[in-house]
């Protein structure tokens, strides 16, 4: 290794508190040293920021299902807050919120006349959504 030769100036500051009437020195480098300080670390910066998409990677391969399950839970809570501001926003236009629950106790009605008073229509209700189910989630029985 090479050695570095001092080359720092002494500047005399003030008294030296432990022994009376005495001055103490203080370094003041000089911008040869400053600049071999800066450039040091530049360097560790540079060699930080070089081995960062690495770092990333690893930690992303390794956490990868906590990561996409909190990115998931973080979507869904931003999509739940954007969709209740529309709602809202709906809901202070005039006549619009009384003519949608108008809607809704009106369907309400039609669900209940249609599929709920009598049994037979609810085991049509039943098969129906049983067939649906299956044609999302696929049939259990065949696959075994």
Same mark, same amino acid.
């Given at each position: 290794?090479?050695?570095?030769?001092?080359? =720092?100036?002494?500047?005399?500051?003030?008294?030296? &508190?432990?022994? &009376?009437? #005495?001055?103490?020195?203080?370094?003041?480098p000089e911008?040869e040293e =400053?600049?071999? !300080?800066?450039?040091?670390?530049?360097?560790?910066?540079?060699?930080?920021?070089?081995?960062? &998409?690495?770092?990333? #990677?690893?930690?992303?391969?390794?956490?990868?299902?906590?990561?996409? =399950?909190?990115?998931?839970?973080?979507?869904?809570?931003? =999509?739940?807050?954007?969709?209740?501001?529309?709602?809202?926003?709906?809901?202070?236009?005039?006549?619009?919120? &009384?003519?949608?629950?108008?809607?809704?106790?009106?369907?309400?009605?039609?669900?209940?006349?249609?599929?709920?008073?009598?049994?037979?229509?609810? !085991?049509?209700? #039943?098969?129906?959504? !049983?067939?649906?189910?299956?044609?999302?989630?696929?049939?259990?029985?065949?696959?075994?």
């Amino acid at each position: 290794m090479q050695q570095e030769k001092d080359t =720092t100036k002494e500047v005399e500051v003030g008294v030296n &508190p432990t022994e &009376p009437g #005495s001055l103490t020195t203080v370094s003041n480098p000089e911008p040869e040293e =400053t600049s071999d !300080q800066f450039q040091g670390i530049k360097n560790q910066i540079l060699e930080i920021l070089s081995e960062l &998409p690495a770092i990333i #990677s690893g930690f992303f391969a390794q956490y990868q299902k906590p990561i996409v =399950t909190l990115g998931l839970i973080l979507g869904l809570i931003v =999509t739940l807050k954007v969709m209740l501001a529309v709602i809202e926003s709906l809901n202070d236009i005039p006549l619009l919120a &009384p003519t949608f629950e108008l809607i809704g106790i009106i369907y309400s009605g039609w669900f209940i006349y249609r599929y709920l008073l009598r049994a037979s229509n609810r !085991q049509e209700l #039943s098969v129906e959504l !049983q067939a649906w189910k299956e044609q999302l989630l696929g049939d259990k029985s065949s696959s075994k």
